[in-house]
């Protein structure tokens, strides 16, 4: 009897420790995809950032070379480019913010009050 109950605590607590595994699991996952995620973006806003600066200077050039009509459209493209790199650059950066630390929280969080119950008898 006894140790049917202690059979049954053992593969209770067995069960627990695989969800919170299987917890922990899930939430880093999705912590690191929001951390890559992020990453390629504010890698590929760095790149638009290198055509601004290309467009840039080529703005220059066209506004020295003609008097108005090719630099103001250019000019155009180089502020488009710029916009876009900021805007990639703050939703990457977000990203990355909601995915560091890549620490299971709401895992170890978990673990500690199904720790605190087992110790103090509650069911």
């Known amino acids: 009897m006894i140790g049917g109950a202690a059979k049954l605590v053992a593969d209770k607590a067995s069960s627990v420790v695989r969800l919170e595994l299987a917890l922990a699991a899930a939430e880093l996952k999705r912590k690191l995809r929001a951390l890559g995620l992020g990453i390629v973006l504010v890698a590929v806003a760095a790149i ?7 467009v840039g200077l080529a703005t220059i050039a066209a506004a020295l070379a003609t008097v108005f009509a090719t630099w103001l459209a250019l000019l155009i493209v180089t ?45």
């Not at 950032?49 to 290309?54: C, D, E, H, T, W």
């Open 79 to 123: 502020g488009g480019l710029f916009v876009l790199a900021g805007v990639l650059a703050v939703v990457g950066i977000g990203r990355i913010k909601k995915g560091t630390p890549p620490v299971p929280e709401q895992a170890i969080a978990e673990a500690k009050l199904t720790a605190e119950a087992l110790r103090n008898g509650k069911h």
């Open 48 to 54: 638009f950032v290198v055509f601004g600066l290309i």
